[in-house]
């Protein structure tokens, strides 16, 4: 093992077998760990999502800020109960794509994915620039201005936890999210109880002047402005997607295990962040410039005793931790649409694939850099960042309700009062979040959402892209198989047996058949008689979509072991001695390489032949990268070993 292998392996820990029958048990989390890892996104949203809702008010917060905070917990239950729905339809994952792809069409499903890759994007960056933000103010101002590297370094910090596995990086952060539910769970509880006595005028001073702005300006007014506000604080809900997203990585009974997440992520959330509103309101708490305002009225609650500034040290701190918590949802849940939406075509294969640690290598890589090129352009600053976070947001819970409301109405044939109530309840929650989506469109739009537009169109037109090549090349490879290994074989009665000293042709095959039997009839016509011995391997995959569940497990073991049985079956019936030997792990390239050190030792005149699609008209970058460059790497490392690989070129269009 090199030094750099050693390294990587300090670093990320030793590899897992993915086909190991506790594989999957070790790395799917409990009902308490998803809250932890995917709920910490909505919690620590209440560190400036109710701010921004609070401060959006004017001068009206006073008298107006009671709505918000009645809104946002039940906004919170009605959405986490439409998207139980979600998880007991799509009990496998996938979230807002999934449900959009399969009852809405893969177009709207393309729409809803492009805006959850932006949306977990920018959860990473504005959690940890907020609690950046949160602990320098801590600090004295001197050190400001390392503020921006600090967060690059916070952000490859978790880019390095992920790698090592969605279990570890929930346990590692778990200690922070703890401490943060303790701590404001009592600061609201305490707050609350100690200013009882002015719930009842925080009752009466809103309906009077809520009478008295609608005498003044009109009930539009109000509504118009109670919505920009409660928009502002629409990150708040993002905790609600990653769980229906990612329910294949929770323990069995996933849609039981689901659902109680659910429940406990709702219930905190809608606890803390409609306290906390309730809190200013008590509190009469008012913004102070370099202060957050949790940090104002909490300073309100601990006052300014020495054990009250250590208090409130300790509760910014827990907060700008679980801010980094939040930000971590974004690896662990990101990364799953990558995935899914690369198994449908739209986006490269190579992020469906499985690291040794068993995660979303790429896909944790690609949302890093992502998110490290959004914190420089944005220079980290919060309030720009929370204009282009909440608009998909909403974007993504429209498309995905209005696909429960489709599957209701098309599913009349449930018992008709079931029906009835889903489907009313649905229509209930869409018209909510479409409404909030139009006003977040229009009042922001012009303040930076149209960035936000932009970069989801972009993200949309490249995935067209990307599936037009892919639908192509697919047509392209089933009409070789179709016109090349369509006809049935059996196996004849008389066997060839194979000579280890003989001359040995090693043949790499994958999914296609009609390319495997090119390659060999290729090699019989270019070396007449030579070789002796054909050797056929192959490696099954073990990617997102295959670990999903044991039966898909087995289903790609026996879907390769019958590719293998089809070659050597072709050869015996043409009088050559043929062998097929199979592997699987997460890295093609390198289980191919193992097999190949065992034919070499087994036969030692092999000569390897792998296969490589060329682009007469598109061969470029772009497609080498769409299209895994594994020949290439494979031949590297077989020279390194002393022996011989042929790439043979295969020309599709």
Known sequence: MTFLQQFTQFLLGK?????????????????????????????????????ESFIALGPHYTSLGLYIAIATMLTVFII??????????????????????QLLGPHAGLISGAALIVDYVLTITISVA????????????????????????????????????????????????????ATHFFLIIYGVASHKSGLPSVFSTTLHNTLQI?????????????????????????????????????????????????????????????????????????????????????????????TGHLMLSI??????????????????????????MSIDGWLPNRFHHLSSRLVTQ?????????????????????????????????????????????????NKKVASTRWLAHFSFSVFALLITVSILIVTLISKFTFGGWVTVVITSLVVILCLLIKKHYTYVT???????????????????????????????????????????????????????????????TVGIVDVGSFSAQKELTAMQ??????????????????????????YGTDPTEQLTMLSKKVMKEFPNAIFFANKLIFSKKDNWITRFLHNEAAITLQRRLNLLGAQLVILPMKID
């Not at 790499?508 to 011995?533: A, D, E, S, T």
């Not at 072991?561 to 592997?583: D, H, I, P, S």
């Open 15 to 51: 590899p897992r077998n993915p086909l190991k029958p506790g594989a999957q048990r070790h790395i799917a989390l409990v009902a308490f760990l998803a809250w932890v890892g995917l709920g910490a996104d909505g919690l620590s949203s209440s560190c400036y999502g109710p701010e």
């Open 80 to 101: 986490a109960l439409a998207y139980n729905q979600v998880i007991t339809l799509f009990p496998s994952g996938g979230g807002g794509y999934k449900v959009a792809t």
């Open 130 to 181: 907020s609690g950046t933000d949160a602990f320098f103010s801590l600090l004295p101002a001197r050190f400001f201005g390392d503020k921006l590297f600090a967060e690059a370094c916070i952000i490859i910090l978790l880019i390095t936890l992920n790698l090592r596995g969605m279990k570890e990086s929930i346990t590692i952060l778990m200690p922070i999210f703890i401490g943060f539910v």
């Open 214 to 306: 609608s005498h003044q300006a009109g009930w539009l007014f109000i509504m118009a402005l109670l919505l920009r506000a409660y928009s502002l604080g629409s990150g708040t809900y993002t905790g609600i997607e990653a769980v229906s997203n990612n329910v294949n990585r929770l323990v069995e009974p996933r849609i039981r295990t689901g659902k109680w997440t659910m429940f406990y992520m709702a219930l905190s959330l809608s606890f803390t962040a409609g306290g906390i509103i309730l809190l200013y309101l008590l509190w009469q708490a008012h913004p102070v410039y370099g202060q957050t305002l949790n940090a104002v009225v909490f300073h309100q609650i601990l006052g300014d005793s020495h």
């Open 315 to 340: 509760t910014l701190l827990l907060e700008a931790g679980l801010l980094l918590v939040g930000a971590n949802t974004g690896f662990l849940a990101g990364p799953s649409v990558l995935a899914n």
């Open 362 to 410: 790429n896909g944790i890589i690609v949302f890093g850099l992502a998110a490290l090129l959004i914190l420089w352009l944005s220079g980290g600053h919060v309030s720009w960042l929370v204009i282009l976070y909440s608009m998909n947001v909403f974007l993504t819970f429209s498309l995905s309700i209005l696909g429960l409301c489709v599957y209701w109405l098309k």
């Open 475 to 537: 047509k392209k490879l089933h009409d070789i198989d179709v016109r090349m290994a369509s006809q049935p074989l059996e196996m004849p009665q008389a066997v060839i047996p194979l000579k280890a000293s003989a001359a040995t042709a090693v043949i790499m095959v994958g999914r296609h058949r009609g390319i495997g039997l090119y390659n060999l009839l290729w090699i019989l016509r270019l070396f007449p008689q030579h070789f002796k011995n054909f050797i056929f391997l």
């Open 558 to 583: 026996t879907s390769s072991n019958a590719m293998l049985e089809y070659f050597v079956t072709y050869c015996q019936q043409q009088g050559l001695a043929a062998k097929g030997m199979a592997a």
